[in-house]
């Protein structure tokens, strides 16, 4: 059964947003990003609704899932899913997952790490994860149907700005994007319609669009005529 609403989160901020600096290898949250994460655990909505919690293995992601998750987290449920396929777009090293011990070692404790054994290439920004146009578009689809495909009827995805722009298919056949940057931990939340869709189509929930103040209803993304 598709999951009746997917919530993906921009990550917070973290040190290589200050200054743009894209060089820092997987850096860390900084603390008016740990802020907004505090911040988000207090206004996130669907807590008592939501039945996974997955986040890019990159480690500002985790960080803010840990953090701004914290009241799912506390009641006992399940770790946050690593998901390899939700991690950002380009490849410099602030982009680029760290090796899965540190992964392990830092944050085994409340992290599933399932799927980064599975795809050992995760961090290789190569193959599935390579950064050109088309890699991206098919991760994104790889990625909408896993999460389709799921028994989850509510999940969380905390991932990054430039990648969620292909999930949702607001992309133009350039790779720019169309509808506005995420904000950092911004959430919107979608649902899959058509459900059973074989390209597994997302839609705005019209909820999250008037909560961001975008104009029009939610729009269905991931069709060809938004490819």
Known sequence: MAPRAVHFIRHAQGYHNVDDDQTIPDPDLTPKGREQCKHLSTIFPYFDSIDLVCASPIRRAIQTASISMDPYLQSGKNKILALPLAQEAPAEPANTPSGIKRLQDEYGNIVNFERCYELSDYDSKSGTFAPDGKSLKGRAATLRKFLRDREEEEIVVVSHGQFLHYVSRDVD??????????????????????????????KETDESVKRR????????????DNA
């Open 213 to 224: 103040n975008a104009s029009g209803p939610g729009k269905q993304m991931g069709s060809a």
């Open 173 to 202: 056949d350039d790779g720019k994007q169309i509808n506005g940057d995420w904000e950092n931990t911004e959430y919107r939340s979608y649902i899959f319609w058509p459900v059973g869709h074989e390209d597994a189509l997302l």
